[in-house]
């Protein structure tokens, strides 16, 4: 772990670059090239790799799991389209280790380990990705993905594929090719940087042995839901760096003293360490070994809506008390509110907490306290 630790820290040294090229790109759809070249040079790229694999287990070993959250909030407090370039980029490494043969894996790491960004595309666009006809070679695949996070950035992808007998596979492939690239949905007002558009196969032949894992992975549980973490360590950075702003903003302003202000900070205080409480339990049960499935996917649950609720309200608060300095454009508070405000719209919100809260009813000891 003292390997990564000490790429943390590096990373943290250049906390300032990151965010001032946050700053400087605003709302323009541009990715953040020196920080995916900050992550190269830090050797965090590869630091996902287990340890067997020249790596350092960021998210795929228990042993970093606080290490990994520290590094999530890192990113996420410096521009969160960083963090969401990646976290997919971790997401996709973990797939490949849980699901994928050791070969797979080692080739991924070479890929990797010469500077290869990597995307997770599953959302799927008017012509979802799909297997057209078999070939000699393997099988013949048409469609697209969209929105895809670092389309013209990400050198290979993991994506989701629905094959002839209606089931779905992860494939692997190369996303090189750039007019394969275009416009997504619509341009989103917060979180450009992560270049989110279109990524279009038009009959391109792979190999079964580009097919991470079988049927139906991707889905599984609680590998799945359990990643849902990292992006909420990394909202949590965000919501972290907001604060710091705010009350330095409000001592610059001579309103420290404020009794009405003195009430947004105590709120934004205890908002903050609610998520913090949260995201750390997270961390811990997804990363660990110690919990059944349902445990780890209800508790990653709970932690997602605690992070969202606490950063809306924290948000909001900031907003109240800066009044329209909180919207100035060059204010950073107006770009990680941007960002933040995007970022925490993941999805099915209200399903998550539904059926995380019925499997904390229904089992007892995620709830009983010492009598």
């Not at 694999?53 to 521009?79: I, K, S, Y």
């Not at 989110?196 to 139906?216: L, M, N, P, R, W």
């Not at 205080?269 to 445990?295: C, M, P, Q, Y």
């Amino acid at each position: 772990m003292d390997r990564l630790e000490k790429r943390l820290e590096k990373l943290i040294s250049r906390h300032s670059d990151i965010e001032a090229e946050a700053d400087a790109n605003g709302m323009a759809a541009i990715p953040p090239s020196l920080g995916l070249q900050i992550l190269r040079e830090t050797g965090l790229l590869v630091a996902p790799f287990p340890t067997d694999c020249a790596g350092d287990g960021l998210g795929t070993d228990p042993n970093a799991a606080m290490l990994t959250e520290r590094v999530f909030r890192a990113l996420g407090a410096a521009n969160l389209s960083l963090a969401r370039l990646f976290e997919a980029h971790v997401n996709v490494i973990k797939l490949v280790t849980v699901y994928g043969s050791d070969r797979q894996l080692t080739q991924l790491m070479q890929r990797v380990a010469g500077g290869s960004i990597l995307g997770l595309w599953v959302t799927d666009f008017a012509d979802p990705l799909h297997v057209v006809s078999a070939a000699d070679e393997g099988v013949i695949i048409s469609g697209c993905k969209a929105p895809a996070s670092g389309v013209g950035v990400v050198r290979d992808a993991l994506m989701t594929v629905a094959m002839v007998d209606g089931s779905t596979r992860m494939l692997l492939c190369s996303a090189d090719e750039a007019s394969s690239c275009g416009a997504g949905h619509g341009s989103l007002s917060g979180m450009a940087g992560s270049v989110s558009g279109k990524f279009k196969i038009d009959h391109q032949t792979v190999a079964e042995t580009d097919f991470i894992g079988t049927a139906g992975d991707y889905l599984r549980e609680p590998v799945f839901s359990s990643g849902a973490w990292r992006s909420s360590a990394a909202a949590l950075g965000a919501i972290e760096r907001l604060m710091t702003l705010f009350f330095t903003q409000l001592k610059a302003r001579g309103r420290g003293s404020n009794s009405h202000q003195l009430i947004r900070v105590g709120k934004i205080l205890i908002a903050t360490e609610t998520a913090r409480f949260w995201v750390r339990k997270a961390a811990l049960a997804a990363e660990g070994t110690d919990l059944n499935d349902g445990d780890v996917v209800a508790t990653v649950g709970l932690a997602r809506t605690a992070v969202e609720e606490a950063g809306l309200a924290i948000m909001q608060t900031v907003q109240r008390g800066l009044g329209l300095s909180a919207f100035i454009m060059s204010n950073p508070i107006d770009r990680i509110v941007r960002d933040l405000s995007t970022y925490l719209r993941q999805p099915a919100p209200d399903d998550v907490l539904t059926e995380a809260a019925a499997y904390c009813l229904a089992h007892e000891h995620m709830w009983e306290g010492i009598s």
